[in-house]
């Protein structure tokens, strides 16, 4: 089946430092979507990418669609404390039966004050 | 702000036990997915359903587990009988197809099956 590998497991920064995921698959996904997870939460969205090429800012996160349309990266510039957690990347496919998000193991972001 | 609303949040149940988690996706969504997040595994998809009809529940024990949309309203999930390897953290997420898929994602429901 569809896999995705999310990349750093786990990093521990500063705050004030920039931060960089990634996700790769090896195979193509219409949409990527990144999320975030707090603890005894659900998954919220922070930004979704619907096109190759794509790159989409909310704040202080930016997130790019790969050109070949099998991998995606979030960057959080000037971390705060409030970043802890756990993000994780979704590959989707839609149309016909399809619709299935798939997620990536997660990046556990912990931020040093 | 909509939410999807998961009930219980918590449960604690004896293995063998039947144990039914409910779902209230956001009014208007029309997709429904559940989800069931394990440290070793992460977030694996059981099944969804598109307009109440299920579309894939390939991910889902089908011996011991079951999924069903009663209605628009309501989404059920059900384990019968449960087993201490069930135990883990039971998401329930909707979603409307269309240009925007983020989909929302309820607060889970915590399984614990001793």
């Known amino acids: 089946g569809q896999q995705l590998n999310q990349s750093p497991q786990s990093m521990f920064i500063q705050e004030g430092e920039d931060v960089s995921m990634n996700c790769t698959s090896s195979?193509?996904?219409?949409?990527w979507l990144w999320y975030k997870q707090d603890p005894g939460e659900g998954p919220v969205l922070l930004i979704a990418?619907?096109?190759?090429?794509e790159l989409t800012s909310n704040g202080r996160l930016t997130a790019q669609f790969g050109i070949t349309r099998k991998d995606s990266f979030l960057n959080i510039s000037a971390s705060i404390p409030s970043d802890v957690g756990i993000y994780f990347c979704?590959?989707?496919?839609?149309?016909?039966?399809?619709?299935?998000?798939?997620f990536g193991k997660g990046t556990k972001l912990s931020v040093k004050p | 702000d909509a939410r999807v609303t998961q009930t219980p949040r918590h449960k604690v149940t004896e293995m063998g036990q039947e144990v039914t988690m409910r779902c209230q996706p956001i009014?208007?969504?029309?997709?429904v997915f559940w989800y069931r997040q394990t440290m070793m595994q992460g977030l694996e998809l059981l099944a969804y359903?598109?307009?109440?009809?299920?579309?894939?529940d390939s991910g889902m024990p089908k011996d011991r587990f079951s999924a069903e949309m009663p209605d628009a309203t309501l989404a059920t999930l059900k384990i019968q009988p449960s087993e201490p390897r069930d135990s883990a953290v039971y998401f329930c997420?909707?979603?409307?197809?269309?240009?925007?898929?983020?989909?929302?994602f309820g607060s889970g429901t915590r399984l614990t099956v001793v």
């Open positions: 979704a590959g989707l496919n839609y149309g016909g039966s399809q619709g299935n998000l798939i």
């Open positions: 990418l619907y096109k190759a090429g």
């Open positions: 359903f598109r307009n109440r009809a299920p579309l894939d």
């Open positions: 009014l208007g969504h029309n997709t």
């Open positions: 997420a909707s979603g409307t197809t269309g240009l925007n898929y983020g989909y929302t």
């Open positions: 195979s193509i996904f219409n949409t």
